[in-house]
């Protein structure tokens, strides 16, 4: 059978028909010369076949030449018969991986779509070394091997890199600049053009062997892309750049990258490369400069920066090598050699034969071009001009890691004793009490004022900075929670009066004033230690089971502050619900203005006063823990996330301690009104020292969107960029729970079985928050009674 589709083999000088014929029976019914004529035969078909006026193919022409890898489609009959010859061969090397190529591909985060998943596999054949490997098709094979890059580049600006077509004029250190843009993927196309071919004498800097040795540069390192991505275009031009083939070397490209060595070349790049509007990045290992001329934006631009004054290509060629001498200095700088590449200056030829070059600046030349490419293809910030990566001076900086011994000292130390007043008088106890309720934060929105008689209680909406806190209805929820410890004090003191709330109408800043009486109400009265002792338990829980006579008193409680509660035990709704407070606590991390706003909240002791915030201690992490919350705290890499709309790990921290809990409860009130939420603020903190009285503990978890009840409000805290994130886990977690019309959410709680905290935040001093005088109080006839 002979083929009538030609391929490219044993390279891309020859247009192949593949033949097939019984090769076993023929050599069977062969005579002996003509069996050591299909011996030679198979010999010569590795080698290079003969080829009509290409001449005969010596032993070295596919060692020397041969440059591209031969990409066989099996799917299509010539190729495959062209492989079935290849595998004929007893020297073929056969490396197939395929199958595991294809398991790492699923194991991709997330999957790779449909069509890249089925798209199938290719044979590749690399002549010069005898081999054959089955690999991806080519999307397949480009998710894989770049999928590493992730997130240093993402997807979309893997894709906007492979559009690039990077032009490399000489293969020396452009050999390390090639194969980084290679391995990166910042390339759709390289054309690489080097007159030379690898001695011995350049393995010192570039990356060949001496297999290599006799080898032109461009084709050592076209093979060597070729081995890491056999679907990159590469253009090699063997005979380096010439003034003939210049302009069709430089057209259509987006950005040239010059390594040679003569200056002459230097400058006639640079002018053509002007001309066409190129810009041009050149790498010089000596103390790692990277130099950019951006003659795509300033096509006007003096070569070399203006150095070399109007030295042009034209006045170059006329001039010696001694008298280029001093626009060499000129170019990279006397005064910014380092001292022995300007020493060696003078011994060229005398007693060096070469500029001095290291494989480890080459190297380096080759990931800060490979930066400036990223950016350049990227659209960041890449101006014309010059910079230095001296690793020296780098290294000259080495200082001593410092270790802040003074705050892991600090973090160790338990916080100062907050004890009840040591007097007898019953305000101070009261507003001691009232001042320990837990408020989002723990930014203690409160003050107090009181005479002898009566203690009138104020929110002070300053000290509530929270996006979260809309319209202040956390600060009211804080201010209920203050209002029922004073209750409980009071009881317990047989103090309780009449309690007024929002006695000059609302809105007021005016929440309460508490008439001291002499009632009691043994029902809160039992709660009065726990008021010292309450406190938020972020430790892991060990989920058990919670009597069904303790959730009928909790529901009690609360019911009788006039809020309702919803209580899950059911371990699939604490999962449900744990997945979405995790996607809620991912929003708080990337909401810049949320963000900022949690940071600021956070106090590390020794640093940052701790009566107002929460102390970091009370977040129960280890060093571990410490270091990725300040991780945490970065805004840049928040921004990155955000970006990427990733982060779904921001959440793990809570969606795990929600999933640790008994239970989960939510408490409601009948309507979003200040009254409401002052009262549902009683409620929380009555379910809470209740919950701790019974041995449970407490945490809020409420999500980022608990207090905005319009879209305006969503719109107001995460912006247009999470408007219709928010909202639809809004609706999703309103959906897990059975509310009724108009019924508003008041705080959201975990409730688990775990040890007692380590550290309770602390609180502002009672002398703080509470002022006293004997003055009436002045205040309006009261809008609402609260009658206890």
């Known amino acids: ?104 591909l699923s194991k991709i985060i997330p999957s790779p779509n449909r069509v890249v998943m089925e798209e199938g596999g290719r044979w590749v054949y690399y002549p010069w070394r005898r081999a054959v490997v089955r690999l991806l098709a080519p999307r397949a094979f480009s998710t894989l091997r770049l999928d590493r890059n992730r997130n240093k580049l993402t997807r979309t600006e893997q894709a906007r890199q492979r559009t690039l077509r990077i032009g490399i ?16 993927g910042l390339a759709g196309e390289i054309r690489l053009a080097d007159f030379d071919t690898v001695e011995l004498s350049n393995l010192n800097r570039i990356p060949a062997s001496v297999l290599d040795l006799g080898v032109n540069k461009a084709v050592v390192a076209a093979r060597r892309i070729a081995e890491i991505d056999p679907y990159l275009q590469v253009v090699v031009v063997p005979e380096g750049i010439t003034h003939e083939n210049l302009g069709s070397f430089l057209d259509g490209l987006d950005l040239v990258i010059e390594e040679c060595d003569s200056l002459d070349m230097k400058m006639l790049v640079r002018e053509a490369a002007r001309e066409r509007r190129i810009p041009v990045i050149m790498e010089t290992s000596d103390r790692g400069v990277l130099d950019v001329e951006r003659f795509d934006l300033e096509p006007d631009r003096p070569i070399f920066h203006g150095l070399l004054g109007d030295l042009d ?19 990279l700088g006397p005064l910014d050699v380092t001292s022995r590449g300007a020493a060696s200056l003078f011994e060229l030829g005398e007693t060096i034969t070469g500029w001095p070059q290291l494989a480890s600046e080459v190297t380096l030349g080759a990931v800060t071009a490979a930066a400036a490419v990223r950016r350049f293809g990227l659209s960041g910030e890449l101006p014309s001009g010059r910079v230095r990566f001296d690793v020296e001076e780098v290294l000259s900086g080495l200082k001593p890691v410092e270790i802040d011994m003074e705050r892991e000292a600090n973090l160790l130390t338990p916080p100062p004793d907050d004890p009840a007043p ?84 609302r809105p007021s800043h005016h929440i309460a004033t508490m008439q001291l009486g002499n009632l009691t109400d043994a029902d809160i009265s039992a709660l009065h230690p726990n008021v010292t002792s309450r406190a938020a338990n972020r430790r892991l829980g060990s989920p058990s089971g919670i009597a069904g006579s303790t959730v009928q008193l909790l529901t009690r409680g609360v019911e009788r502050e006039g809020a309702r509660l919803h209580f899950v035990t059911d371990r699939h709704r604490i999962d449900e619900l744990a997945e979405l407070l995790a996607e809620s606590d991912r929003l708080r991390f990337l909401i810049p203005n949320v963000h900022q706003e949690m940071l600021g909240e956070l106090r590390w002791p020794g640093r940052d006063s701790i009566e107002e915030g929460m102390d970091v201690r009370t977040l129960e992490m280890d060093p571990s823990g410490y270091a ?40 409601t009130v009948p309507r979003s009104e200040p009254l409401w939420y002052v009262r549902g603020g009683s409620a929380v903190e009555r379910f809470w020292l209740s919950a701790e009285m019974h041995g449970l503990a407490v945490q809020p978890v409420s999500p980022v969107f608990l207090f905005a009840e319009s879209e305006q ?20 977690f309103s959906g897990l729970w059975d509310l009724h019309e108009g019924e508003t959410m008041v705080m959201v709680l975990r409730v688990l079985h775990a040890a007692p905290p380590s550290v309770r935040s602390a609180r502002l001093p009672l002398a703080h928050v509470l002022s006293r005088d004997n003055a009436s109080s002045g205040a309006a006839e009261p809008v609402i009674a609260y009658g206890m």
């Open 713 to 732: 409000d969503l719109l107001d805290l995460g912006g247009e960029r999470y408007l219709d994130e928010m909202f639809r886990l809004s609706e999703r």
């Open 628 to 667: 990725a919350l300040e991780l945490l705290g970065r805004a840049d890499v928040m921004n990155h996330l955000s970006d990427w709309r990733a982060g779904k790990a921001l959440g793990t921290r809570t969606r795990v301690m929600v999933g640790s809990s008994s239970a989960v409860a939510l408490i």
């Open 422 to 505: 040591s007097g007898d008088d019953p305000i101070d106890h009261i507003v001691d009490a009232a001042r320990r309720a837990p408020s989002g934060g723990n930014v203690q929105p409160w003050r107090f004022e009181a005479d002898d008689g009566e203690i009138r209680f104020y929110m002070v909406p300053e000290r509530s900075n929270s996006s979260m806190d809309v319209h202040y209805r956390g600060s009211y929820v804080g201010m209920g929670a203050s209002l029922f410890n004073a209750r409980v004090a009071a009881s317990s003191l047989k103090s309780l009066g009449t309690i007024k709330l929002f006695p000059e109408g």
């Open 169 to 184: 004029v000489g293969v020396s250190a452009g050999h390390s600049i090639a194969h980084v843009l290679a391995m990166e």
């Open 313 to 331: 290509s034209a006045k170059l060629a006329g001039l010696s090598t001694e008298q280029k001498g001093p626009y060499v200095l000129r170019m």
């Open 1 to 104: 059978m002979i083929g009538t589709t030609s391929v490219p083999f044993p390279d891309e000088r020859y247009k192949t028909v593949a033949l097939a014929w019984r090769r076993t029976l023929s050599y069977e019914l062969s005579s002996p010369e003509n069996q050591l004529a299909l011996r030679l035969e198979g010999e010569q078909l590795a080698r290079g076949p003969r080829s009509q006026g290409a001449g005969p193919v010596d032993i070295f022409s596919t060692r020397d030449y041969s440059r591209r890898p031969l990409v066989l489609d099996v799917s299509q009959r010539a190729q495959r018969e062209v492989l079935r010859v290849l595998r004929q061969d007893p020297s073929l090397q056969i490396v197939d991986r395929y199958a595991q190529q294809r398991e790492q």
